[in-house]
């Protein structure tokens, strides 16, 4: 018998609000996070806005000297997985050797420790070699992000990462959910963080051209999801993490329930290393593979977290994909894009949709896909454009579209 699996703990470190509470709240009240760069100076760049994570102290998650030899993803990481750690009722420090071994952690990351990389190539070719970190390999290979987060809570169950581009975070709470319903770990640390705001990956961005270089002046404006004047992404940075566990170990401890993580998805067109299939086909059966395996139709679901990149593309096909997935219901649920407010965290965009989703369920109230006074005419949905919305639901599904032809979704249901 297949476990249930829930979500008991949330922790959030958004560029409109760092901790839950906050980012929900900004969320729902359609405040951007989306502003001129601040860590380095963009004059003379194509793109100069991003969603940073403004005001946030990285000191206070990781040690001074230590800071030198991580990327930027380690304290934002930290930060989520600590709220989520806390919000779940956990005490690590309290626990024993056995409980540790119990609890597995499992990180969503496109890009890693980019950032960090970048940086030591810099100081080597600037003449500053001496200046370059003892751990410029471990912390540049991907994996050592899951250690980073595992060591700060000592949990000693699996320790993994997934990088399957934007669908990161979505495939890798996926993975957890799986171990926990095959009965492997009674529950999981589980969540998504990318750290991509540095020069050299911006400008690989721009070479791509697939960023908005319209709004520097109106940053806010910059992130346009199934508007027919969209230019393309605005990046960003970000952590969201969960504490998932069984259904009956939750309740045996009193925990406080967010949801459950009903069903999952996932798909490869193998169709185009950046460029979406035009049919839609394979992000279609993703969201049906979904509430197939949640055991419900179209007419349970909610609430859509939409991809909603802002590119013309993505937005144009995730639109036929829905249309393919849910039918003549299509038109009747109701959706929207957290990107529009934070920008496009690249691998952690998984996770940020679904903590808005979540969040969204407890509350009641579907945030806003902002920006978007003139829509596309091939986006013809409810996109929930503008204000948040009042709403009562059970279902929702959070969907995700990556480079390399890859796309995931989730059903969640609020119990």
Not at 68 to 74: L, N
Request: one cysteine or more; a neutral charge.
């Amino acid at each position: 018998m297949r476990r249930r699996v829930v979500v008991t703990g949330i922790g959030a470190v958004s560029p409109n609000g760092i901790g839950r509470e906050q980012f929900w709240s900004a969320t729902k009240s359609a405040v951007s996070g989306v502003g001129r760069i601040t860590r380095f100076d963009p004059a003379g760049m194509q793109v100069q806005i991003a969603g940073e994570v403004k005001g946030f102290d990285e000191l206070a998650y990781v040690d001074a000297k230590d800071r030198q030899h991580i990327s930027r993803c380690v304290p934002l990481g930290v930060c989520a997985a600590r709220e989520a750690v806390a919000d779940a009722g956990m005490e690590p420090a309290r626990m024993s050797k056995d409980e540790l071994r119990q609890v597995g952690v499992i990180v969503g990351s496109g890009g890693g420790s980019q950032d960090f990389t970048e940086e030591q190539y810099r100081l080597f070719y600037t003449g500053h070699e001496k200046q370059c970190s003892v751990y410029t390999v471990p912390t540049s290979t991907i994996g050592t992000l899951a250690s980073e987060i595992s060591m700060r809570f000592g949990f000693r169950g699996l320790s993994h990462i997934v990088s399957t581009g934007c669908t990161s975070s979505t495939d890798a709470i996926g993975h957890a959910y799986q171990q926990i319903q095959s009965g492997r770990l009674p529950w999981m640390l589980v969540g998504g963080v990318d750290a991509p705001i540095a020069p050299l990956i911006l400008r690989g961005f721009m070479v791509m051209r697939i960023m908005t270089t319209n709004w520097n002046k109106e940053p806010e404006r910059g992130s346009r999801p199934f508007s027919k004047d969209r230019s393309g992404f605005v990046v960003a940075e970000g952590a969201w993490f969960f504490i998932l566990e069984d259904l009956e170990h939750a309740q045996a401890r009193g925990a406080y329930v967010y949801g459950e993580i009903a069903g999952y998805g996932s798909t490869c067109e193998a169709f185009h290393r950046v460029r979406l299939e035009e049919c839609g086909e394979e992000p279609a059966r993703t969201m049906k593979m979904a509430l197939d395996e949640a055991g419900i139709g179209p007419e349970q679901v909610g609430y859509i977290s939409y991809h909603g990149t802002a590119t013309e593309l993505n937005d144009r096909i995730e639109t036929r994909a829905m249309k393919l997935a849910f039918g003549d219901m299509a038109y009747k649920v109701p959706g929207s894009s957290l990107k529009s407010l934070i920008g496009h965290p690249q691998g952690a965009c998984g996770a940020a949709g679904v903590a808005a989703t979540l969040l969204a369920l407890r509350d009641g109230v579907m945030p806003p896909t902002v920006n978007l006074e003139n829509p596309d005419p091939e986006c013809d949905l409810d996109y929930v454009a503008n204000a948040a919305r009042p709403f009562s639901a059970e279902y929702a599904l959070a969907n995700c579209i990556a480079f390399g032809s890859k796309n995931s979704a989730l059903v969640l249901r609020k119990l």
